[in-house]
Every structure is written in structure tokens, then in C-alpha cells.
């Protein structure tokens, strides 16, 4: 039966390049996404003919083992087409391209892929990748050599395993098949989005519940405002859902929607390197297929680069110390120039240093032991000490333990006057 669902494919030539070398595909049950290779001529002439190749393949079909073998078929065509255009035309010899289609079978989709555009579906609130990178890094990924952020940033991400090339005429095709239900959402890109935009990101624009048009416009915009390096190329696909039913009307987008009759366009000499270095960087392939012995060569670079990443880790972790350590140093000879005046058991004492302790490390030392007593002193002086009394000095020091002995020294005793011996009063003698 004809998909029931909704659909959309658009294509931008990105910011840096100079031609589109994507090609994509949305009809009535195939949808295919094709990110060419090969230079500034061969990569659009390679997934235009793989679009022209899977293009037939939009029609019903009766079971999903049909759809796999009729998709494996039209690969291997078009892989024989890509190595007769290369004998034909000299100039494009080393063109490939990858390809991710889904064709939709009933409640089924039957998957085929090579290389490293990619398949997502949104289901449940959850973006998952169903296909796998046919990469370099993506085999370091699976060894667990690196990680997933590192093989974002990773320079040998490009370097494709398997493609659909000239070089080979029996591709090897990962092909699948996965239940659809009403509510999913399918997506289908090639590295220009999914190389810039992150997977929260994508499934952030995917969560809104827009229309397919309007959610591939926002991850349009996102890889545009992440710099879009490379050509950027979005199919996708609703099955059923609250939108709009398409009517199958197959659209082509990208290099395939070219006249396939135009020469091939070659590539522009730049008038100077350090002049427009920009321009030919765009024309300067975004993928490409190794020979054996690259692989060799690429492991040891690894290996290399990994190596100079712990040394250079090692070294900065040693810098770290050092510095740690002289910072200590010079925190510890700053607080041995500062005093204070505390107590020790039952007597006033002078110390250097500074009250708080780093752990078991004591940052004061006794300096004097002034043999005050703590008792002899009034108890708000008391208080004070046990609190602990800064000094500016090693002078300011004595001079506030001085002033504590003077209040420390008992009270003068007062004299008491002796009593006064009474003076008889004489009597008058009597009178004869």
C-alpha cells in the first residue's frame, strides 16, 4: 500500500562550499539521503546518480524481503554506473557517494546504508541513531579507543570505510528492517547536520511537533548557525500523525535536481592560497575512500597523537603541581611573618604564624613563653587571649604582653593605721 504519512527533503549548499554535492529524495515510499565525493566534480555527478538509481525503487512492494533485495540491486547498479562515468570521464575518477534510504512496506521500513549520512528516529520522546558511521573514528569508537566527543572533533572523521564508489562494484550495504508506528518521526541527513548539530539538539527541534517542512527548517537554521561547513541535506519523514497527508509526489533536492545533461564543471583556480582560502577549502573533498595501506599509516598516526596527548596532559598536570607547590611555599613563608598572642595550657605565649591549621600541617610555632598566668589575668583578658590577639609585629607582640602582665600583677596591699592609745582626762582636784 502507499505510506501514509507526511514528508519533507531540502538541501543547502552550507557556508564554505562553493557547489552542493548532496543529494536527497522524499515520494510516496522511498526517501533517500546521497552526500557525494570526489572533489568539486565528481561528488555531485556521484550522488546524482545514485538518486537516479533509487528513484525507481518508489513503489509498492509486497514484502520486505522484496524491498531489501530490490535495494540491494539498485546500489550495486549504481555502483557500476559510478565506475563507467569515471572510465568515460577521466576527471571524475575517485567519485563515490554514501547512501541511507528507507523504503516503507506496510507497517515496516527497510533500511539500507553505507557510509556515514545518517538515520535517526524520534519515538517516545527519545532520538535514536539507528544506522552506524561507516567510519574510521567509528571503529576507534567501537573499540573503545576514543570517545564519541572526541571522534566529533577527531581529525580523520571523514575517512570512510565502506562508500559507494567507483572503486567497487559490489557494495556491501548494511540492510534492515524496523516495525513503524503512527507518531514516529524519521530522519534522514547527511554529515553537514548531524557533524554540526548535536544529538539533544536535533531532538530538540524534533519534540515541537511541527510540521516536517518547519522542523527541517529549524535544523536547517541550527547547522547554519553552527557555521555549516559542508553541504547540509534533510529528509523527513512522519508516519501518520496529526499533519497533513502528503500525496507521494516524489521531490528531488540537491545536485540530483540539476539537469544531469550539464557538463561538469571544473574546479576554479585560486589567484592566490593566503588570498581566498576559504574558497578553496570548499572545493576541497568532504570525504574520501583510503587505499589498504592508508589504514597502517592512519593507526600508527593515532597512536602517535595519542601518545603526544598523554605527554602533553603529563606535562600540564606537572606545571599544575609546581605551581600548587610554590604557591604553598609562598603562603607558608608569608604566614611565618605574621605573630599573635595566645594561650598555652595555663600561661600567656607569643607565636608565629597564623591560627588556622591546613590539616595535620601546623602553620604557627611557640615563640615565647611569656609566664603570664591565664589566672592572674581579668577574665575579659582571659577571654582575649584564649580567642587569640593579632600582632602587626614581633615588637606589637611584646608590647600587648607587657600590657597583660601589667594587669596581671596582684593588687598593692593598702597599709591599715595602728590605733591611737586614749589620753586619761585629768580630773579636777577638789576644791578644799
Known amino acids: 500500500m502507499v505510506f501514509e504519512g507526511s514528508s519533507v527533503a531540502i538541501s543547502h549548499t552550507g557556508k564554505v562550499r562553493s557547489n552542493n554535492q548532496d543529494s536527497g529524495y522524499s515520494g510516496a515510499n522511498l526517501f533517500v539521503v546521497a552526500d557525494g565525493m570526489g572533489g568539486h566534480a565528481g561528488g555531485d555527478v556521484a550522488s546524482s546518480i545514485a ?57 515496516h521500513a527497510v533500511i539500507g546504508h553505507i557510509g556515514d549520512s545518517r538515520i535517526y528516529l524520534y519515538r517516545d520522546d527519545a532520538l535514536t541513531q539507528i544506522t552506524t558511521d561507516h567510519t574510521f573514528v567509528q571503529r576507534l569508537v567501537d573499540s573503545g579507543r ?16 565502506r562508500v559507494l564508489s567507483d572503486m567497487d562494484i559490489a557494495p556491501d550495504l548494511d540492510l534492515f528492517v524496523m516495525p513503524t508506528r503512527p507518531g514516529d518521526r524519521w530522519l534522514l541527513c547527511s554529515d553537514g547536520l548531524s557533524g554540526v548539530v548535536d544529538d539533544v539538539h536535533i531532538a530538540k527541534a524534533m519534540s515541537h511537533g511541527l510540521a516536517p517542512g518547519r522542523t527541517a527548517d529549524i535544523l536547517l537554521k541550527q547547522a547554519l548557525d553552527g557555521g555549516a561547513p559542508d553541504n547540509v541535506t534533510v529528509v523527513l519523514v512522519d508516519v501518520g500523525g496529526a499533519h ?6 516524489p521531490t528531488v533536492v540537491g545536485a540530483a535536481s540539476n539537469p544531469t545533461s550539464l557538463p561538469v564543471p571544473a574546479a576554479r583556480a585560486s589567484l592566490s592560497g593566503w588570498l581566498h582560502p576559504v574558497l578553496q577549502a570548499a572545493n576541497e573533498p568532504s570525504h574520501f575512500e583510503p587505499d589498504s595501506d592508508y589504514f597502517e599509516e592512519i593507526i600508527e598516526e593515532d597512536k602517535r597523537r595519542r601518545n603526544r596527548r598523554r605527554i602533553a596532559w603529563l606535562a600540564a598536570l606537572v606545571v599544575v603541581l609546581l605551581a600548587l607547590v610554590g604557591a604553598g611555599i609562598l603562603a607558608y613563608n608569608w604566614t611565618q611573618t605574621r605573630y599573635f598572642v595566645g594561650a598555652d595550657d595555663d600561661s600567656v605565649v607569643i607565636y608565629r604564624g597564623v591560627q588556622q591549621d591546613l590539616g595535620p600541617i601546623k602553620l604557627s610555632t611557640e615563640v615565647k613563653d611569656t609566664f603570664i598566668l591565664l589566672a592572674d589575668l581579668p577574665n575579659y583578658q582571659r577571654a582575649s587571649v584564649e580567642r587569640t590577639i593579632n600582632a602587626r ?39 578644799p
Open 51 to 107: 538518486i537516479g538509481r533509487m528513484k525507481d525503487l518508489d513503489q509498492h512492494y509486497d514484502s520486505t524481503d522484496d524491498a531489501q533485495a530490490t535495494l540491494q540491486a539498485a546500489a550495486t547498479t549504481a555502483a557500476g554506473d559510478l565506475v563507467r562515468a569515471s572510465k568515460e570521464r577521466p576527471e571524475l575518477a575517485g567519485l563515490g557517494t554514501t547512501l541511507s534510504a528507507i523504503i516503507m512496506v506496510d507497517d
Open 146 to 161: 576514543i570517545t564519541l566527543e572526541e571522534a566529533r572533533y577527531h581529525p580523520r572523521r571523514s575517512v570512510l570505510m
Open 244 to 249: 497533513p497527508l502528503s500525496s507521494g509526489t
Open 393 to 431: 609585629s614581633y615588637a606589637d607582640a611584646i608590647a600587648i604582653t607587657e600590657r597583660l602582665r601589667v594587669s596581671a600583677l596582684p593588687p598593692v596591699p593598702v597599709p591599715i593605721p595602728s590605733p591611737v592609745p586614749e589620753t586619761p582626762t585629768p580630773t579636777e582636784a577638789p576644791t
